[in-house]
């Protein structure tokens, strides 16, 4: 469903399972970040998909664009609606300051999710590993996985920063879940991320959706150039452990680098270490990712 608007323009509804329109990393597409995995702090306390309805829309003048949704899977997750949880989301961004040729700005953003809990709370991350242990996890300790509330908000900041080839990306997450029983526990954590495209491109702004677009390459190899090679830094953190609540709380610092010898071809390594710790319990791991991605029509 599409209804334009003069001068608020482009206001969109879809209806679908979509990732829900509360944060800038998780929106963007992974293939296209500076890394290979989200930070560990977006996927504890966000879902991936959801079913639901999703409405935005963008003031392309002002540099402002909004969404918000409503999201329940009880068809998809084949249960009652009555015993499925409900999701009320919301997102708002804002380019307050850019220069004229738009090679300088500065992105704010600001996220809102609302859940009912009807089927309880857990959270849990990978250490930015994909398919390697849960390092935090609220259900330690737990006879259940899931724990009860009577609801869990999330509130998320984004400050995002590009100049020329150089990018500044962070965003911070509070959860805070209503359960007197557990002392109300509060859980939140943050990225910073830095990146830096060598060979001098510059990603550019989606003013429509408050997004930044995928490296681009002045001349790739089959062009007898040397295609994009991008170097980043990230550093992350998540705590799991408040209230009557022990999921632990880790902190990873992170090095990359991607080379994009095509628009549909890179390769890629991550650097990663890891301090974790839980119940005074702490210890410390590291390791590499690899990636060689070829995206076909």
Known sequence: ????????????????????????????????LPWQERSAVADA????????IVWNGNSPEKYSSWAFGVFNDWFDADQDFSDSASQFVGRLTWV?????????????????????????????????????????????????????????????????????????????????VKNPALEDPVFDGYYVSASWI?????????????????????????QNGKGAWEISARYSDVNLTDGKVEGGDMQIGSLGLNWWLTPFFSLGVN???????????GGTSSGFT????????
């Open 1 to 32: 469903w599409r209804l334009d608007i003069p001068f608020f323009i482009n206001s969109v509804m879809s209806i679908c399972k979509q990732k829900e329109p509360i944060y800038m990393e998780k929106l963007t597409g992974m293939v296209f």
């Open 45 to 52: 306390l966000l879902p991936a998909r959801n079913v639901g």
């Open 96 to 176: 307050p300051f850019r220069t004229e040729d738009e090679s300088n700005l500065l992105h704010l953003g600001l996220g809102y999710r609302y859940s009912d809990a009807k089927e309880g709370f857990r959270f849990r991350s990978e250490p930015e590993f994909n398919k390697s242990p849960v390092f935090v996890d609220t259900a330690f300790g737990n006879d259940v996985a899931n724990l009860p509330a009577d609801k869990v908000e999330t509130y998320n900041l984004e400050l995002s920063w590009r100049k020329g080839p150089f990018w500044l990306a962070s965003e911070y997450f509070r959860t805070a």
């Open 198 to 222: 060598l060979t001098g491109e510059m990603r550019l702004y989606n003013k429509k959706n408050g997004l930044f677009r995928p490296v681009p390459i002045s001349r790739t190899v089959y």
């Open 271 to 281: 650097y990663r270490y890891i301090w974790n710790s839980h119940n005074e319990l």
């Open 290 to 297: 690899t990636r060689i991605l070829l995206m076909l029509d």
